[in-house]
């Protein structure tokens, strides 16, 4: 198994965990798809339907490997989710925060790109 193919079962495994966890059991209407999308390695946990009258239509979670590297796009949640990948297999110098600028990714203990 290559490099991009043990992050990408990182970053599934990891989504496919949580949103168990989180989802499972949630009475509302708003229903929970996992988006793998193994040509461009982008990884998602969308979250869409009704709650309360109103659409619910988000994208709490948003990985994509690239360069050897987990590049987290989207965490709208209050996991930390490095800390998560680092439990699965992951390790600090394969995490990058994408949505960090850049000029303050040095400032973290993961990668700066």
């Known amino acids: 198994m ?5 992050l990408a079962k990182i970053v599934t495994e990891y989504l496919e965990q949580y949103a168990t966890e989180m989802y499972e059991n949630d009475p509302s209407e708003v229903k929970t798809e996992l988006i793998f999308d193994t040509v461009n390695h982008h990884y998602q946990l969308l979250r869409y339907g009704w709650d309360s009258g109103r659409f619910v239509y988000f994208f709490p979670l948003h990985f994509q490997v690239l360069n050897k590297k987990i590049w987290v796009l989207r965490n709208n949640t209050e996991e930390l989710v490095g800390d998560e990948l680092i439990k699965l297999g992951s390790n600090h110098s394969e995490i990058v ?3 960090h600028n850049p000029k303050v990714r040095h400032l ?3 990668a700066v790109g």
């Open 2 to 6: 290559d490099k991009t193919q043990q």
């Open 97 to 99: 925060f994408a949505f």
């Open 108 to 110: 973290t203990q993961f």
